[in-house]
């Protein structure tokens, strides 16, 4: 699996970014938040990482998806857990809506006419997204005992960042902060991460 990719931009289309890393360009699919997000910050010929999910079709054919932040690519891997929801679907719903905040709040609150309303999702479709990630999302939100979870993939994105900005490279970074948060439950700010990040190297 491919968590990440960073790298320069060398395209940015409405569906695809092309990134340039170690001598290899990768297509990378994304949706309509992660285009919007990459023009207004002028990420062209810049370097950048790019959250990812790599999929493997029926027919083998292998596709790379392509994520902003780290919310957004834990609402795809939400939307994707979904019964008969594909990604393609899942990038087209994060596409059509105001935020992934909004998206959130009509699976708790029950909105199914708002989630019908997306292009491509029928009755059926909207419903068993509020029925199987309702309970999921309403915990999330309410499980005072864990770092809430938009913070915690900030904070997590935030530390990765600032490792690579200190020359460290993407991979090892992602492998530290990963046994860092195993180790330390609470840690709840980038800033504690990246201190025993440093430690461990």
């Known amino acids: 699996m491919i968590y990440s990719i960073t790298g320069k931009i060398s395209l940015i289309k409405r569906e695809i970014v092309i990134i340039f890393s170690n001598d290899v360009e990768y297509i990378i699919y994304i949706s309509l938040y992660t285009y919007n997000k990459l023009l207004k910050h002028n990420y062209l010929d810049q370097k950048i990482t790019i959250f990812t999910y790599l999929y493997i079709s029926n027919n083998s054919n292998i596709i790379l998806y392509g994520f902003f932040d780290l919310e957004e690519k834990f609402m795809f891997n939400l939307l994707l857990s979904v019964t008969k929801i594909g990604p393609n679907m899942c990038v087209n719903i994060l596409s059509s809506i105001k935020s992934i905040e909004s998206l959130k709040q009509d699976i708790i609150n ?18 068993r997204i509020v029925l199987e990630l309702q309970d999921k999302i309403y915990n999330m939100k309410n499980n005072i005992k864990h770092v809430d979870n938009k913070k915690y ?14 020359n460290i490279n993407a991979d090892v970074a992602k492998k530290i902060i990963k046994k860092v948060i195993k180790n330390n439950i609470n840690i709840s700010t980038s800033e504690e991460i990246i201190k025993k990040s440093l430690q461990l190297l």
Request: charged share 30%; net charge positive.
């Open 110 to 127: 029950n909105n199914i006419q708002n989630i019908k309303d997306i292009k491509g999702i029928g009755n059926k479709s909207a419903k």
């Open 153 to 166: 993939l900030q904070i997590e994105e935030e530390s990765l960042k600032a490792l690579i900005k200190l």
